[in-house]
């Protein structure tokens, strides 16, 4: 079981690969996934980010839309 374990973990880092990319944009999320699935490093990675309570490798901001006015409404 112990020579097990660094597979499981990347393959959980590769299972969570898209949700990543699109919350972090693709570098970001490719980075960030391969950190995670380094054996060691992936561990002390995330038991930091436990701690310190917040991701390395931030989200990016979440984009601002302008709605759209509808059809119908008068020109101003």
């Known amino acids: 079981m112990s020579r097990s374990v660094p597979i499981i973990g990347a393959a959980l880092a590769v299972a969570t ?4 990319m699109k919350r972090k944009g693709f570098f970001r999320g490719a980075l960030d996934t391969g950190l995670n699935a380094t054996p060691f490093l992936g561990a002390a990675k995330n038991a930091v980010e436990l701690i310190r309570g ?3 490798i931030p ?3 979440p984009v601002r839309r302008i709605p759209a006015r509808p059809a119908t409404a008068p020109y101003r």
Request: charged share 50%; hydrophobic share 40%; net charge positive.
């Open 54 to 56: 917040r991701d390395f």
């Open 59 to 61: 989200d990016r901001r």
């Open 17 to 20: 690969l898209a949700a990543t």
